[in-house]
């Protein structure tokens, strides 16, 4: 007598099983075949889903912590009302751009107090601060102002080497503009303050070739020109 076969179900992982399905849904209309997609996928739906809302809420969470962080730090950075408090404030957020800015506002107002020495150390800070925080285009230009406000202080209090500072930045094609160009006039009335018409030519020159024809200095540079006579016609540069 033949074996029942009727009522034998294929083993485990025997896609035989699938087969049947799919001949059986043939015919099916759209709501069946989402149902069986449904059923042979749900698993790995359910997981990706999770993974998804999951890795969204953590981008969510971090975002508004960063926010936050980002509001409590501004205004511990504005409640900082004299020197003591600033460098304080920049010496416990080292890395932190405000930092930076912390230090570079204990530079200026010792400039403006006249304390150039003080001022040119402060200015050293702000700069190595304003490097330890990163190389975003903002900060990079603090950096630069710090480097050639030192340099600039120290001119001022007639330290040997200072010209050379304020000549590297005035040489830096990645330092901003309106700071290049500063640089540069300063060189130029510094020739001239010596007498040395050849190297106030050179700078104010280097000021036509290396800035913007409608560079910010440009005044400047034009009110130097009309009130020295030795700069009116250009003068070679000499040799060096």
């Not at 209309?29 to 993974?51: A, P, Q, S």
């Not at 001022?156 to 010209?163: K, N, R, V």
């Not at 440009?218 to 020295?228: G, I, P, Y």
Request: net charge negative; aromatic share 6%; glycine share 6%.
């Amino acid at each position: 007598m033949p074996e029942d076969r009727s009522n034998k179900q294929p083993p485990a992982g025997d896609d035989r099983n699938l087969v049947v399905v799919d001949e059986d849904f043939v015919n099916a209309d759209t709501e069946d075949r989402l149902w069986l997609f449904w059923e042979r996928n749900k698993d790995v739906i359910v997981k990706g889903t999770v993974g998804i809302v999951v890795g969204i809420l953590a981008f969510l969470a971090y975002f508004f912590w960063n926010e936050s962080r980002r509001i409590a730090l501004g205004e511990e950075f504005t409640a900082c009302q004299d020197e003591a408090a600033r460098r304080a404030f920049a010496q416990s957020h080292q890395g932190e751009p405000l930092a930076a800015v912390a230090m570079t506002d204990v530079a200026d107002d010792l400039k403006k107090a006249g304390k150039l020495a003080d001022a040119a150390k402060a200015y050293d800070e702000a700069g190595r601060l304003a490097v330890a925080a990163g190389k975003t285009p903002a900060i990079a230009a603090l950096g630069t102002r710090a480097r050639l406000y030192a340099a600039l202080c120290r001119q001022e209090a007639g330290e040997a080497g200072a010209t050379k500072e304020i000549a590297a930045v005035a040489d830096d094609a990645n330092a901003p503009e309106t700071l290049r160009g500063f640089a540069m006039l300063t060189l130029a009335n510094l020739a001239v303050a010596k007498g040395d018409a050849a190297e106030a030519t050179k700078w104010l020159n280097a000021m036509d070739k290396k800035l913007r024809a409608a560079h910010v200095w440009k005044s400047d540079k034009d009110a130097l020109v009309q009130s020295e006579p030795s700069l009116v016609t250009p003068v070679t540069p000499a040799a060096k």
